[in-house]
């Protein structure tokens, strides 16, 4: 089960991406619900493929948390913190502010090398990112599409 979910961070990670240019031109169409089946098996197929490239980048922010003397849990907990502006609520030592902030400054760069690869992943796909996107978003806003994809993702995972 846990796995089913790996794919939403591919979704997304690609997703952010062309976000400015959804900011700019919102949404008014119509979300499409009828891809080729074909497309659909290739989405599930570029998102089982960039599973191993997330998770070896995971693994290298978890070791830049760990190496900054931060625990994991830890470091998410000062992440939630600084995001509602309390930071210095969780913590008034200034070496850990100072080891939170490095580390996040390795996270940042991490993710972006992260995100550049599965970009490159999916734009060298047979979907091509284009398609990829318009299956993402019918995935995020069709229960019908989301469903498929979700099944097709179960069936080839238990495979």
């Known amino acids: 089960m846990t796995k089913l979910f790996a794919p939403v961070f591919a979704f997304a990670l690609f997703f952010g991406v062309n976000a400015t240019a959804q900011e700019v031109m919102p949404q008014q169409m119509e979300?499409?619900?009828d891809f080729p089946e074909e497309d659909m098996k290739k989405f599930v197929e570029v998102n089982l493929e960039v599973m191993p490239i997330q998770e070896k980048y995971q693994a290298k922010m978890m070791e830049s948390i760990e190496e900054s003397g931060l625990t994991v849990q830890r470091f998410e907990e000062l992440s939630m913190a600084q995001?509602?502006?309390?930071?210095?609520?969780?913590?008034?030592?200034?070496?850990?502010?100072a080891s939170y902030n490095k580390?996040?400054?390795?996270?940042?760069q991490i993710q972006s090398?992260?995100?550049?690869?599965?970009?490159?992943?999916?734009?060298?796909?047979?979907?091509g990112p284009e398609k990829f996107q318009q299956i993402y978003m019918a995935y995020t806003q069709s229960e019908?599409?989301?469903a498929k994809?979700?099944?097709?993702?179960?069936?080839?995972?238990?495979?």
């Not at 995001?83 to 502010?97: N, V």
């Not at 580390?103 to 940042?108: D, L, V």
């Not at 995100?115 to 979907?127: F, P």
């Not at 179960?154 to 495979?159: M, N, R, S, T, W």
């Open 149 to 159: 994809i979700d099944k097709m993702m179960a069936d080839v995972i238990e495979d």
């Open 113 to 127: 090398e992260m995100q550049n690869e599965v970009v490159g992943h999916i734009s060298q796909s047979e979907l």
């Open 83 to 97: 995001q509602s502006g309390d930071i210095r609520e969780k913590s008034e030592d200034p070496e850990e502010l």
């Open 31 to 33: 979300v499409q619900e």
């Open 103 to 108: 580390a996040g400054q390795e996270i940042m």
């Open 144 to 146: 019908k599409v989301k």
